[in-house]
């Protein structure tokens, strides 16, 4: 038991170490919302954003962070969550941003809460300004540029 234990903290330690932008920021913008955010409130750093997700993942803060207590700020759990998806996959998304399809891109539109009939014309807009989205260094720069992007889209 403490082996795999020992196994899943590194494989997580190892993720968040390879998240561009996780030593950017404070907690609350890099983690989302939580316990976790909220012992950690105001620090900045890999370690601490680690040391959040962590507690966040073991008090089960997603309860929290779905109803939107627990130190989250109105619509801080779908910004956390378009803010992860962004980092985990923001290669494919600029592959598919540039190509105008794919999975990753459709599953994020629709995180943004753009209304499947406008859908293809919001995938268009992304691709218009693909190069002023993913000029951005951080995660949220460029989830501040896809939120511009898509704003005209979003009821």
Known sequence: MKKALAKVAF????????????????????????????????????LYSFLAMTTNAFTFDTVSMTLGIGNCPAGASIRGKIASFIDFNKQQLAVEVAQG???????????????????????????????????????????????????????
């Open 101 to 155: 399809q794919g999975e990753r891109l459709a599953a994020l539109v629709e995180m943004f809460g753009v209304k499947e009939s406008d859908r293809t014309a919001a995938i268009s807009a992304l691709k218009a300004n693909q190069v002023a989205i993913f000029s951005q260094s951080s995660t949220a720069a460029i989830q501040d540029e896809m939120d511009k992007t898509l704003k005209v889209y979003v009821s």
């Open 11 to 46: 494989v997580l330690s190892m993720t968040v170490m390879a998240v561009p932008g996780a030593q950017a920021g404070t907690t609350q913008q890099t983690v989302g919302c939580g316990l976790g955010t909220m012992i950690f409130e105001n620090s900045t750093g890999l």
